[in-house]
């Protein structure tokens, strides 16, 4: 039993961190790596003008008013991976000591690695700040419960812009959102440099099949009834024919609007809603 204590006791000192699991929180990097030949040769003809970090979130915990939201399973031991999750974040960004004050504690932070980034010869590099959306239900309604954490867009907006010289910032936007392209619009004239999803995070699928329950013999026989032939009107509303009963019973459970029309004489034509259909307004051809 001693050895075996001993033994396991030598493994952990073995595989322990040379630099430890805390973050020990440098202004900047340490001599010997700062000038270290790979960190130089990185910079060789590079502006440092043009340079920008482009992918550093920005957290906090919604005490200075940022409209920051934490999962509240993140401060609980019973759900210890997400307990493990905030204080890995909270050390991460040098604010596990800073009770009342995160979130300008965790600027402050960004700021004092920017400087120590740019040192005396590495003036003008700049940090870009990522916004971070809430999961989403599909009918378009926030998930607060599978949020692990949400920055809002006017807050990063508003950071960057109160330190324009140290940051750019990145909106998200979730896709499900009923008013998606008004928040893209706003971010874009806001300034927004891009968009920012992260789909395991947000509940947003990259590509959802819907089953509609035939086999494929029986598919290809059907296929004339133009089950699957819809006009999409908006995000998760669709013209089809009422007749089909189970594919549209399908795609409402999926959350999808079926606006359902008769079609008897349309159907004779061997067409569904989307081959019926034609713009009625588009932009001029060039001249």
């Known amino acids: 039993m ?12 073995r595989f322990w961190p040379e630099q430890g699991f805390w973050n020990p929180c440098y202004a900047r990097l340490p001599r010997r790596l700062a000038e270290h030949e790979l960190v130089r040769s990185a910079w060789d003809g590079l502006d440092p003008a043009k340079v920008w ?8 915990n919604g005490d200075a008013g ?14 210890p991976g997400q307990y493990a999750r905030r204080l890995f974040f909270l050390n991460a960004g ?12 965790y600027v402050d932070r960004m700021r004092n690695l920017i ?12 940090v870009v700040l990522f916004a971070f959306e809430r999961a989403h239900h599909a009918g378009g ?17 508003d950071v960057a812009k109160k330190y324009a010289e140290d940051f750019e910032w990145v909106a998200s936007i979730h896709p499900y959102r009923e008013d998606c392209v008004k928040a893209l619009e706003e971010a874009k004239r806001d300034g927004a440099r891009a968009v920012k999803w992260l789909p395991s995070a947000m509940g947003i699928d990259r590509l959802r099949v819907i089953d509609t329950g035939l086999d494929p013999v029986t598919a290809e ?9 819809t006009l999409a009107l908006a995000p998760r509303v669709a013209v089809a024919y009422e007749r089909n009963d189970e594919t549209n019973s399908r795609l409402e459970d999926a959350g999808i609007e079926v606006v359902r029309i008769a079609g008897s004489e349309l159907g004779s034509g061997r067409g569904g809603p989307r081959c019926m259909s034609c713009p009625v307004s588009r932009a001029p051809l060039p001249q």
């Open 115 to 126: 400087d120590g980034m740019r040192g005396d010869k590495r003036q003008g590099i700049k």
């Open 221 to 229: 026989r059907e296929q004339w009834d133009d089950g699957n032939n």
């Open 66 to 79: 940022s409209g920051i939201y934490v999962n509240p399973q993140t401060d609980s031991l019973l759900s």
């Open 94 to 105: 040098c604010v596990n000591d800073a009770s009342g004050s995160v979130d300008n504690a």
């Open 141 to 157: 309604e926030p998930d607060l419960e599978h949020t692990i954490f949400y920055v809002p867009n006017d807050y990063a907006r």
């Open 53 to 60: 970090d482009s992918h550093a979130h920005l957290i906090g």
């Open 2 to 13: 001693g050895v075996a204590a001993a033994a396991g006791g030598f493994a952990a000192w």
